[in-house]
């Protein structure tokens, strides 16, 4: 089973500013296969990213995805204040896997 | 519009057994894969099940192998969880969600329905 691990686990900004947040794979993902979510308390996850660096339908261009092998990163350029949630990175394979977790909390 | 809306989660015993259902609408369900993916209180997602839009393909979390079957009826576009031997670890918000095709991603998930279980 791939493991998928997130850093940091909390990433605490201001709006504005850049977040950045990592995903490590056990063993090498195809970028095809890889995804990026938000979560805000009380909701069901929302896909943002697929492929690694396709963003999903009606998702701003402040977020961008990219990565290779084993290391994939997220990158908000500019947080506004909508952004502050948790991100979870996703493996698609005959099983899937997720990352625990990165909270963007606001400073 | 994409609607996936899951029912059947409740409180059940230790060792019991609770089928969740997952109505969708909005899309051709028999064509898209779908998955049970589930949120422990306060932690993170957990893939269950998978099954393939034909019931062809099905896979399953180490976790839940063979106390969990998962299920799909195209004919009334609803997925299905059979749970049995229930633990308390099972206890979750667990969500029905459709994989976009050729997203290899999951891109619509419905609300959750809880599932506690507890004596």
């Known amino acids: 089973e791939i493991v998928l691990t997130q850093s940091p686990g909390t990433l605490s900004l201001s709006p504005g500013e850049r977040a950045t947040l990592s995903c490590r794979a056990s063993q090498s993902v195809s970028s095809s296969y890889l995804a990026w979510y938000q979560q805000k308390p009380g909701q069901a996850p929302r896909l943002l990213m697929y492929g690694a660096s396709s963003r999903a339908t009606g998702i701003p261009d402040r977020y961008s995805g990219s990565g290779s092998g084993t290391d994939f990163t997220l990158t908000i350029s500019r947080l506004e204040p909508e952004d502050f949630a948790v991100y979870y990175c996703q493996q698609y394979g005959t099983s899937i896997t997720f990352g625990q977790g990165t909270r963007l909390e606001i400073k | 519009e994409v609607q996936l809306v899951e029912s059947g989660g409740g409180l059940v015993k230790p060792g019991g057994s609770l089928r969740l259902s997952c109505a969708a609408s909005g899309f051709t369900f028999s064509s898209y894969n779908m998955n049970w993916v589930r949120q422990a209180p306060g932690k993170g997602l957990e893939w269950v099940s998978s099954?393939?839009?034909?019931?062809?393909?099905?896979y399953y979390a180490d976790s839940v192998k063979g106390r969990f079957t998962i299920s799909r009826d195209n004919a009334k576009n609803s997925l299905y969880l059979q749970m049995n031997s229930l633990r308390a670890e099972d206890t979750a918000v667990y969500y029905c969600?459709?994989?976009?095709?050729?997203?290899?991603?999951?891109?619509?998930w419905g609300q959750g329905t809880l599932v506690t279980v507890s004596s």
């Open positions: 969600a459709r994989v976009g095709r050729a997203l290899a991603a999951i891109d619509y």
């Open positions: 099954i393939s839009s034909t019931s062809a393909y099905i």
